[in-house]
């Protein structure tokens, strides 16, 4: 099962994303606190801490979205501006809005106006896109009458159009079941393996961590802890940036100090 | 000036109607061809954008911007749009750049234009008598020059939405989703309220202060009903802006009517509307 064993795409050594001293303030008030932290080329990396903690305030210094003291270095494939594929949280929107998975498709794409028509190798890569994200039998639908979990697929289908060096998620699973959110980040490690993209997101979810992330960033204003998931999530770790003990991970039961998951997932008969 | 008789000639020919005999009307309906799918275009993405109130505060600069022309003795057929140009874009500077929300910022706008019209009109008694016109609007008194204006603007504004129409559709949707597909946000935002501004202002003089949301809005509201998808809304909301202009105009003129021009428009576009309500609502009974 190729969720199960996440095996790093990078070289060591080589960084995607160099995060240094990066410092945000609103009001007065520290959210982070210069956070140095590198995201390894090839990898998926988690950033993982608690509410308030900062995690979606860094995502947004990396997208440019917010304004910050410190500096982001995005290494792309030497060509150009590396390419950021973003896929937001929850994509906040107007339902009532009459636009076909199709033409969302499209309309970052395309030059020609909508009103005539889409173009038909647009219209077939869509449907590419789509297949990759196992979502085929969206293309014609409403993008109002999609549910979360659909809409995640189409966003991921949109940012993977753009052929990002870099795939950013903000809480892929939110709002998706247990199954789904399985399914979408063994979706992601898959595509991950195939594109060659470097995929960073936040997430709550610590066994959604350890079975899929390569890297973790453990932040809580400052970077509490960084590295391969099985070393650095540990009792200590996460009883500092969660300030209490975390039953998910028992570092210690398993030789070489690494960790297992005690989620339901992962307490399988071994022969299944 | 380039002579537009033949174009007047043409809307007779093409309108057989009595009343579109007379030069005003024929000039009338020239204005209101060009502006009716202007504004129904960009009534799309003043729904998108939820900037129906931002339209609403420029309309009721308009006032200010006539005042502003008298005290400094410029024509007002100009201090106006410029005026409400600066204030559009003064509204999106602010907001993009300041934590109050939008209908906030709008709303202090707002109430300084109408509060700055007022003292105008309460100092110069003689501005009082325009006052009606701008509330009602005047489409019949519409002059070759404003048509000519009206002309360049619609070449502009048509180009830019052709060129943009996609990528606003996007903005409108999410703009931070946009922003990571590289797309120029504020760029876009800047010049969409600038042509806004204008088109508000000149629709202004057609159906006046209280009418020039509707004109943009129910057009946009009823293509979003017909539309399965954002192209076709185009197209529908260009339908039902024109259909509503022509229609309004001609009933306006007839004896048995005798209504204020932007008015009837309004109505039948509304028409319109109620007729797109059911046709929804209808097709939902239908999926469900």
Redesign the interface.
């Known amino acids: 099962m190729a969720a199960t064993d996440p095996h790093p795409l990078s070289q060591p050594g080589e960084a995607a994303i160099r995060f240094e001293a990066v410092t945000v303030e609103r009001g007065g008030i520290s959210i982070l606190d210069a956070v140095t932290a590198t995201v390894p080329k090839g990898s998926s990396t988690a950033i993982i801490g608690p509410n308030g903690a900062g995690k979606t305030t860094l995502l947004l210094a990396l997208?440019?979205?917010i304004s910050y003291q410190g500096s982001i270095h995005i290494i792309g494939n030497g060509t150009g501006f590396p390419?950021?594929?973003?896929v937001?949280q929850r994509?906040?929107?107007?339902r009532?809005?009459?636009?076909?998975v199709?033409?969302?498709l499209?309309?970052?794409f395309?030059?020609k106006?909508?009103?005539?028509?889409?173009r038909r190798d647009l219209q077939r890569q869509s449907l590419e896109y789509l297949a990759m994200v196992k979502a085929e039998h969206l293309a014609g639908r409403?993008i109002g009458a999609l549910s979360g979990g659909e809409i995640q697929r189409v966003?991921l289908a949109?940012a993977l159009r753009?052929e990002p060096d870099l795939l950013?998620l903000d809480e892929p699973s939110a709002g998706v079941d247990f199954q789904g959110e399985h399914l979408f980040c063994e979706l992601l490690d898959d595509l991950r393996r195939l594109k060659g993209f470097t995929q960073l997101m936040v997430c709550h979810d610590l066994p959604t961590v350890t079975h899929h992330a390569t890297h973790v960033i453990c932040l809580n204003r400052k970077v509490a802890a960084e590295g391969p998931p099985r070393q650095t999530l540990t009792n200590e770790t996460l009883t500092s940036i969660f300030g209490m003990h975390m039953g998910l991970v028992n570092s210690r039961s398993m030789p070489n100090d690494s960790a297992v998951c005690t989620a339901p997932c992962c307490q399988r008969p071994p022969h299944a | 000036m380039p002579d537009l008789s033949p174009l007047y000639a043409l809307i007779a020919h093409l309108l057989p109607f009595e009343c579109m005999q007379a030069r005003f009307m024929q000039q009338a309906m020239a204005g209101m061809l060009l502006l009716a799918p202007m504004s129904a275009a960009m009534g799309i993405m003043v729904v998108?954008f939820?900037m129906s109130f931002f339209a609403d505060a420029i309309s009721h600069s308009a006032f200010a911007g006539v005042a502003l022309g008298l005290i400094f003795s410029i024509d007002p057929n100009w201090t106006m749009p410029v005026f409400g140009l600066v204030v559009g874009l003064g509204i999106m500077l602010m907001q993009r750049h300041s934590s109050l929300s939008s209908d906030t910022v709008i709303g202090v706008f707002f109430s300084a234009m109408v509060a700055f019209g007022l003292a105008m009109v309460s100092r110069e008694r003689s501005l009082a008598r325009d006052l009606q016109k701008f509330l009602y609007g005047d489409i019949l008194t519409i002059s070759d020059g404003q048509i000519l204006c009206l002309v360049a603007l619609f070449l502009v504004l048509m180009s830019f939405?052709?060129?943009s129409?996609?990528?606003l559709?996007?903005i409108?949707?999410?703009s931070?989703?946009?922003?990571?597909?590289?797309?120029r946000v504020a760029a876009h935002q800047y010049i969409f309220a600038g042509l806004l501004s204008l088109i508000v202002m000149l629709s202004v003089q057609a159906v006046g202060v209280l009418l020039v949301t509707a004109l943009l809005v129910v057009p946009a509201a009823a293509a979003?009903n017909f539309?399965?998808?954002?192209?076709?809304?185009?197209?529908w909301a260009l339908l039902v802006g024109i259909s509503s202009a022509i229609t309004g105009l001609l009933v306006s003129a007839q004896d048995w009517a005798r209504t204020a021009t932007g008015a009837t428009i309004i109505l039948v576009a509304c028409g319109w509307f109620l007729v797109s309500l059911a046709v929804s609502t209808f097709r939902k009974e239908r999926t469900a």
């Open positions: 997208l440019d979205e390419v950021i594929g973003y937001p994509l906040t929107f107007d009532g809005m009459p636009l076909t199709n033409e969302f499209a309309m970052g395309q030059k106006p909508l009103w005539f028509g889409i409403r966003l949109l753009q950013v | 998108n939820r939405l052709a060129a129409y996609n990528h559709l996007y409108g949707l999410n931070s989703l946009a922003k990571a597909h590289r797309i979003r539309a399965r998808c954002a192209g076709s809304m185009f197209w």
